[in-house]
């Protein structure tokens, strides 16, 4: 399968941890990156690897793998990280790349 | 530092071609894959196809196959991206990014690119 599902949308309080999730085939074979998009900016990496944070991304996001299943976790999360988030792999045949639909992230 | 910056907004009519470009800077051009993904308005993001810069090599989206070309000229820097025939729901913003080595993390993003398509 090339395909990766992300529930549409999600919400957390202030503060709060929540976990954002995509899943799908090639997730067995590849690690997911996370991206998060603003609107009317371009999508910024905020995962990729195992658990790896570019440079400027704040400790409080994470990654995680099991299955078929990758993770965002954000830790704390704050006003700033209500966005869009995307997470992306190769596809099973490892030469393409396919995006999961996307996740609201709502901080009340 | 690295930046790709990307051409202008364009509209095009129905059944014509566009061409979008990528000029990056601040790094190698030749050592990281350039790949191009599609968002249309209030949509979610889709890729469509890489290109290795120093080879030439290319991949592309099934969904794409046929319509789209991805080129580049190293004396300049800059990727390009080409999609013909070209239909109203192909309407979205078009972004380059850089492939940070892992095959599938875009570590730089253009500004992004609105292609609008409308008779």
């Known amino acids: 399968s090339s395909e990766l599902t992300q529930d549409p949308a999600v919400s957390v309080a202030l503060g709060q941890t929540v976990r954002i999730t995509c899943q799908g085939d090639s997730l067995r074979s590849y690690y997911a990156s996370w991206y998060q998009q603003k609107p009317g900016q371009a999508p910024v990496l905020v995962i990729y690897g195992k658990n790896n944070r570019p440079s400027g991304i704040p400790d409080r996001f994470s990654g995680s793998s099991s299955g078929n299943t990758a993770s965002l976790t954000i830790t704390g999360a704050q006003a700033e990280d209500e966005a869009d988030y995307y997470c992306n792999s190769r596809d099973s045949s490892g030469n393409l790349v396919v995006f999961g639909g996307g996740t609201k992230l709502t901080v009340l | 530092q690295v930046q790709l910056v990307q051409s202008g907004a364009e509209v095009k009519k129905p059944g014509a071609s566009v061409k979008v470009s990528c000029k990056a800077s601040?790094?190698?051009?030749?050592?990281?894959?350039i790949h191009w993904v599609r968002q249309a308005p209030g949509q979610g993001l889709e890729w469509m196809g890489r290109?290795?810069?120093?080879?030439?090599?290319?991949n592309y989206a099934q969904k794409f196959q046929g319509r789209v070309t991805m080129t580049r000229d190293t004396s300049i820097s800059t990727a390009y991206m080409e999609l013909g025939r070209l239909r109203s729901d192909d309407t979205a913003v078009y972004y380059c990014?850089?492939?940070?080595?892992?095959?599938?993390?875009?570590?730089?993003w253009g500004q992004g690119t609105l292609v609008t398509v409308s008779s």
């Open positions: 601040g790094y190698t051009f030749t050592g990281y894959y």
């Open positions: 990014a850089r492939d940070m080595g892992t095959g599938g993390s875009f570590d730089y």
């Open positions: 290109i290795n810069p120093n080879s030439g090599g290319t």
